[in-house]
Nanobody, 119 residues
Framework: QVQLVESGGGLVQAGGSLRLSCAASGRTFSRYIMGWFRQAPGKERELVAAIKSGVGSTYYADSVKGRFTISRDDAKNTVYLQMNSLKPEDTAVYYC????????????WGQGTQVTVSS
């Protein structure tokens, strides 16, 4: 079992940056695949970025490639999402999630943090 708590959301102008953090409880954080999802009003939840354990290979949705960077600090049980060149269409609730085995299926979820990008 792992508990996830996101922080760092807020209101930013288009072109600006935000860094989201997700702090995890438990002693086995380093074993989890970590992902960031987002859900905008009226839209389905989508996987934005993910990072594997160990060597930490990453995945990015096409819509954020080159603008967002996912990273993890296993010593701090934390995963980050650096978001640059933000666009109004990035506005959504962002969720952190942990997976035991797959970049596509997640077992534990945070409560979400709102990101609003104004034009």
């Amino acid at each position: 079992q792992v508990q996830l708590v996101e922080s760092g959301g807020g209101l930013v102008q288009a072109g600006g940056s935000l860094r989201l953090s997700c702090a995890a409880s438990g002693r086995t954080f380093s074993r989890y695949i970590m992902g960031w999802f987002r859900q905008a009003p009226g839209k389905e939840r989508e996987l934005v970025a993910a990072i594997k354990s160990g060597v930490g290979s990453t995945y990015y949705a096409d819509s954020v490639k080159g603008r967002f960077t996912i990273s993890r600090d296993d010593a701090k049980n934390t995963v980050y999402l650096q978001m640059n060149s933000l666009k109004p269409e990035d506005t959504a609730v962002y969720y952190c999630a942990a997976s035991v085995a797959s970049m596509r299926n997640y077992d534990f979820w945070g409560q979400g943090t709102q990101v609003t990008v104004s034009s």
